[in-house]
C-alpha cells in the first residue's frame, strides 16, 4: 500500500498521481448494491451468473478449510464476501485503480478505502453473525515497509492460523473480491497483524 501525504510527497509522485487521475482513473459504482440493516446482509436486485460462480466456488472452498466447517456459514462468509465490497465501493466512492483511491484519501478528497479500512469493514459486517466453525484475521504483507505494507482478512477453520486460511482481498481488484488459499498467494507473506 502505498501512503502519500502531504509531508512527504515529492514532484515527480504528484505528477505521477495527477496523470493517472486524469487518464486511467475510473469511478467503481454498483447500482444494484445495497445494505439492509435489518438482516444484517448486502442485497443484491440482480446477481450476475459471474458473482453466483464466485460464491459457489469460495463457498467451496471455505468448506475445504476442515471437515466440521458449517455449510450455512461457509455460504454466508462466501456470499458477503463478495458481495459486501460492493456496498463498500459505493460508500468509499471507490475509485480504480487501487493506488489511486489510495492517494485521495492520503490527501483528504476520499475518506475510505485503504487496505486497512477494507480489512476493517469487511471484518466488522463478516463478525456481525456469530460463527462457530469459522475465524477471521486481520492479516498484514511487509509490515512497516512504508511502499509495500498491505492488510487483508483472512478467513480459516476455527482455532487455524492465518497461513491455513483464505485470502478476502477486495482492495487490490477495487472492490472486486480477489481470494486465494494464503499459501497460494504467493504476492504477499501474510501474517498475523500485531500491534
Not at 458473482?51 to 462468509?77: T, W
Not at 492479516?139 to 492465518?162: D, I, P
Not at 472492490?175 to 488459499?181: D, H, R, T, V
Request: net charge positive.
Amino acid at each position: 500500500m502505498i501512503i502519500l501525504t502531504r509531508k512527504n510527497s515529492n514532484p515527480i509522485v504528484l505528477l505521477l498521481s495527477t496523470l493517472l487521475l486524469l487518464s486511467a482513473c475510473s469511478n467503481v459504482r454498483y447500482k444494484n448494491a445495497s445494505y439492509d440493516s435489518k438482516r444484517k446482509i448486502t442485497t443484491i436486485s440482480a446477481i450476475s451468473s459471474i458473482e453466483q460462480n464466485k460464491i459457489s466456488a469460495l463457498r467451496k472452498a471455505i468448506m475445504s478449510l476442515g471437515s466440521h466447517i458449517d455449510p450455512q456459514e461457509a455460504h454466508f462468509v462466501a456470499r458477503e464476501g463478495v458481495m459486501y465490497p460492493m456496498v463498500l465501493s459505493n460508500k468509499y466512492g471507490l475509485v480504480s485503480p487501487p493506488l489511486l483511491q489510495n492517494v485521495l484519501v492520503n490527501y483528504g478528497y476520499r475518506k475510505n478505502g485503504l487496505c486497512w479500512q477494507w480489512t476493517r469493514d469487511m471484518g466488522k459486517q463478516l463478525g456481525k453473525k456469530p460463527l462457530k466453525t469459522l475465524d477471521f484475521h486481520h492479516a498484514v504483507a511487509f509490515r512497516r515497509n512504508y511502499w509495500k505494507e498491505h492488510s487483508t482478512l483472512v478467513v480459516s477453520a476455527k482455532g487455524k492460523q492465518v497461513r491455513e486460511g483464505i485470502v478476502l482481498d477486495p482492495w487490490r481488484n477495487s472492490g472486486n473480491l480477489y481470494w486465494n488459499f494464503v499459501k497460494r498467494d504467493t504476492k504477499y507473506p501474510w501474517v498475523k497483524f500485531t500491534n
